[in-house]
């Protein structure tokens, strides 16, 4: 790839920033730069000390994460300023990562629960199937309300509940005082889409995400009208300005919503929506946290927020990582009081009159305790000057404490190849090490696909969704 391509696909391609990189390097303003920042660390958070030995990153730690103190703020902001996005002038889902908690179940006795479709001959319906596994067929099909997306099944003590929507999420709660017909007691709707959904001590936890464009406040001029709603068996649910946070300094309207129902009387005991500009987020148990990072400046240093569930969303701290180059994060992972994060760096190395401009990229390795930002890193280089290739992270599967990632290299002059390379985090130190490539993971929270094969009670089944056919596998 030249070196023009590569800043396209950077989004720099930008004549100052190909101007600036035919400059020579300015010590000077190196010097600057941590002078600047030694600076900042010291006002807004704790001053953490650089592994410079490892790679140029560095954490902060800091309470001071919003720049607004209420959505009118944000919105009087945004009616003048905002970023325009056409995904985001609509619903959006986020790519959850949950751990740590029930993310979702489809047998309930004998009985075994599957969601299907049908949307041949110019029909088109959702529906429930029924297997009974002792008497080894399908006992009955129930008709349900389109999702329009494949919902996460739950069964929790004697109630069927399935969560999913990909412009509004629905939640239906069934009771199974018969397990062979099921009849709908409640229906939760939140505006959205679906992130995901867990149980965790007799409470439904339910992500949605919703983006709309503030447009100077020409097509909304009610800041009601950029909140949430919900309605619960359709009975409106107020989102009060108390239950809004504001992550940052967002450039658009976006947020992630969290509603939390106790299944045992049916009623939402706490919600909370947080606007910001989100990229992704992980939840683990009673803490969730929010990578922010913006989509329109490509040196903006991303950052995770943690907030404490158990304690109505108290913002726990705040970590950015400040590197001197484009940073983009790819997974987090909790383990312990810390923070693992995979994140890939890229920046300029030099330039070529056969190659234009040269960079490197760099896997980057960070364990960061969540409390008090003490880190420790290691970073592993790709270099494309050999090769004018591109790296790209397709997978990440965890194991304990082990990160195997699946990356894609590819270029103008080789062949696209694929391997693996596995992180492990041991104490106060980190490793690489190449390996097979991880296989792709399915997800298993919902059934998708024409057959299956699963064991229950000792005894293998198979089970044909096309014939609705139930049998025992030698």
């Known amino acids: 790839m030249r070196g023009k391509d590569l800043l396209e696909k950077l989004e720099l391609a930008d004549e100052k920033y190909i101007q600036a990189a035919n400059m020579p390097v300015k010590k000077k303003k190196t010097r600057k730069f941590f002078k600047a920042a030694a600076i900042i660390l010291a006002v807004g958070g704790i001053s953490l000390l650089i592994h410079t030995n490892y790679t140029n990153i560095n954490i902060s730690t800091g309470e001071n994460f919003s720049k607004y103190s209420s959505l009118n703020e944000l919105l009087a902001y945004l009616g003048e300023n905002e970023n325009h996005e056409n995904e985001l002038m609509g619903t959006k889902s986020l790519s959850a990562n949950v751990s740590g908690v029930d ?3 489809v047998m309930y006795n ?12 110019r029909t088109y319906y959702e529906f429930l199937q029924i297997f009974n596994l002792k008497e080894g067929k399908l006992v009955n099909t129930v008709e349900l309300e389109p999702f329009h997306d494949y919902p996460t099944i739950f069964v929790y003590q004697n109630k069927l509940i399935l969560a999913g929507g990909n412009s509004q999420t629905a939640v239906n709660i069934y009771s199974l005082d018969n397990p062979e017909n099921p009849v709908l007691e409640h229906r939760y709707i939140q505006n959205g889409a679906f992130d995901t959904a867990f149980i965790s001590d007799d409470k439904l ?4 995400s919703d983006g709309m464009c503030a447009c100077g406040f020409s097509s909304k001029s009610n800041p009601d009208d950029y909140k949430p709603s919900a309605t619960l068996d359709e009975k409106e649910i107020e989102w009060t300005d108390d239950e809004i946070t504001i992550i940052g300094e967002p450039e658009r309207v976006f947020y992630n919503a969290v509603s939390v129902m106790d299944l045992n009387n049916t009623e939402i005991l706490q919600k909370r929506a947080f606007y910001g500009d989100i990229q992704d987020m992980y939840i683990d148990k009673d803490i969730i946290m929010f990578h922010t990072q913006s989509s329109f400046d490509y040196y903006d240093k991303p950052k995770i927020d943690t907030f404490d569930m158990s304690d109505n969303f108290s913002h726990i701290s705040q970590i950015t990582i400040n590197a001197l180059s484009v940073t983009r994060i790819h997974d987090i992972k909790k383990i312990g009081t810390s923070y693992k994060i995979i994140a890939q760096t890229y920046y300029q190395t030099g330039f070529s009159l056969t190659r ?12 960061a305790d969540i409390q008090t930002g003490n880190y420790y890193s290691k970073k592993y280089i790709f270099d494309y000057i050999p090769t004018n290739a591109d790296n790209f992270v397709r997978e990440i599967i965890w194991n304990e404490n082990t990160a195997t990632l699946s990356v894609e290299r590819r270029g103008l ?6 391997y693996g390379l596995s992180v492990t985090f041991n104490d106060n130190s980190i490793s690489f090490e190449k ?9 298993t929270n919902y059934l998708i696909g024409r057959s299956q094969t699963f064991e229950y009670d000792g005894k293998k089944f198979y089970i044909d969704y096309q014939k609705n056919t139930l049998e025992t596998v030698p």
């Open 435 to 443: 390996t097979e490539p991880p296989q792709t993971q399915t997800q």
């Open 110 to 121: 004998e009985y075994r629960y599957r969601f299907g479709r049908h949307d041949g001959n």
């Open 103 to 105: 993310t979702g179940s």
């Open 356 to 367: 234009g401009y040269l960079g490197t990229s760099e896997i980057v390795a960070i364990s």
């Open 413 to 418: 002059y080789i062949d696209n190849t694929t």
């Open 205 to 208: 936890y339910i992500f949605t």
